[in-house]
């Protein structure tokens, strides 16, 4: 995307029209052509244009530039016809097939975006626009493969009569499963970000629709009777909240919401907490700017920064007399590979895990597991 945007941004400046030597300007001609007679005309005359290096001046920037602007006009076909003359143009080139596999994922001819991605990337293995964009196709692949078929199969808050453990579920092992089909779990929707307190007695986690809606943050609770069906937290009724995480003492809980801040005047996303006050929560209050929280048993929490007072990734942030100190980006004590955006603190603090696109590694001691994709939209994983 930000490659897209930066096309779109160079569409300001001016268009060379005619080469020092006179030479037209192919990608003018072929623009021209494409608005007055149509995409075929415009392919003829390309194939021309190809063989005759005396008139035409090809550049391949500015095809691609043409590109992205009909793709900026919703022109789509326009759009991909200029690339595949790009293409045709400079086969040897990584970019032109970087950029027809983006106009081509957009308009879900995903197969053919995922052979212009690896061909882009067997021409330059350090493309990481085409990393992206195959690890987002195939992450999508697998979401709908995958994808439970259990609709929702409860009144919200209703007792289920599941009075064991994991709501009856196996306990967490190394291979990851879909987690509480039909109850956490369900068709047309996405859940992710879950966390149990200490005593396993209450399970948080985040829901949306798949076709798209508000992040709200889901609460069963196990009862004498058994295990409640999820229901909207109280803390979570109105807004954009997500990411919960319980503290392993059980006293607080953090998580990510959309609300105005301290000193602000309009709502932005960021870090809440609350303190836990016999059955109930405390009013939510500011802790910090950042994503995907998680803390260990000291009072210092891990998240991913979005402050701007690192280089980004992942930071720690000790707290000493109930204020943290500056966030200490943890890319100077480990590795942080690229597209890396979350981790979470297992309550040992021994590991911890990470979700970064395309990878699986395992280490301990303040390094970390990477899982890619954590099987994203086919429910709360454990």
Not at 143 to 168: A, V
Not at 192 to 198: K, R, V
Not at 329 to 357: A, D, Q, W
Request: charged share 25%; hydrophobic share 35%.
């Amino acid at each position: 995307m930000a490659k897209i945007l930066s096309a779109f941004v160079l569409t300001l400046l001016p268009i060379l029209v005619l080469s020092q030597d006179g030479k037209q300007n192919a990608s003018v001609t072929i623009e021209q052509i494409i608005n007055e007679q149509g995409i075929e005309e415009a392919q003829m005359k390309f194939e021309e244009i190809l063989s005759d290096s005396n008139q035409f001046l090809i550049l391949e920037n500015e095809l691609n530039l043409l590109g992205y602007t009909f793709a900026r006009q919703r022109k789509f076909e326009e759009a991909i016809a200029v690339f595949r003359m790009n293409v045709e143009a400079f086969s040897g080139s990584w970019n032109v097939y970087d950029s027809l596999g983006e106009i081509l994922a957009w308009t879900g001819s995903t197969n053919e975006a995922i052979e212009n991605f690896e061909k882009s990337l067997e021409l330059n293995p350090a493309n990481e626009n085409a990393e992206k964009n195959l690890s987002q196709i195939y992450g999508t692949r697998s979401d709908h493969e995958n994808e439970t078929k259990s609709e929702f199969q409860y009144q919200r808050g209703e007792q289920t009569n599941l009075d064991k453990p994991y709501f009856g579920e196996e306990p967490p092992g190394v291979t990851p499963k879909l987690f509480a089909p039909g109850l956490i779990s369900t068709q047309g929707h996405f859940e992710f970000a879950c966390t149990f307190s200490p005593d396993g007695k209450e399970f948080y986690f985040t829901r949306r629709n798949d076709d798209g809606g508000v992040n709200v943050v889901m609460i069963s609770k196990w009862r004498e009777s058994g295990w409640t069906a999820p229901d909207t937290a109280d803390f979570s009724r109105a807004g954009w909240n997500n990411e919960p995480h319980y503290t392993s003492d059980g006293k607080k809980l953090y998580f990510g919401t959309t609300r105005v801040k301290p000193g602000a005047d309009q709502p932005s996303y960021g870090i809440w907490v609350m303190d836990r006050m016999g059955d109930s929560w405390s009013t939510p209050e500011f802790a910090t700017d950042g994503m995907y929280v998680s803390a260990t048993n000291d009072g210092s929490i891990y998240l991913t920064d979005i402050s701007g007072q690192t280089e980004g990734g992942i930071v720690k942030m000790i707290q000493k007399g109930g204020v943290f100190e500056k966030p200490l980006r943890l890319g100077e004590v480990l590795i942080i590979p690229r597209m890396e955006y979350t981790r979470m603190f297992i309550p040992m603090k021994s590991f911890y895990y990470s979700i970064v696109i395309g990878r699986i590694v395992l280490a301990e001691k303040e390094t970390c597991m990477f899982h890619s994709g954590m099987m994203m939209g086919t429910g709360a994983m454990l």
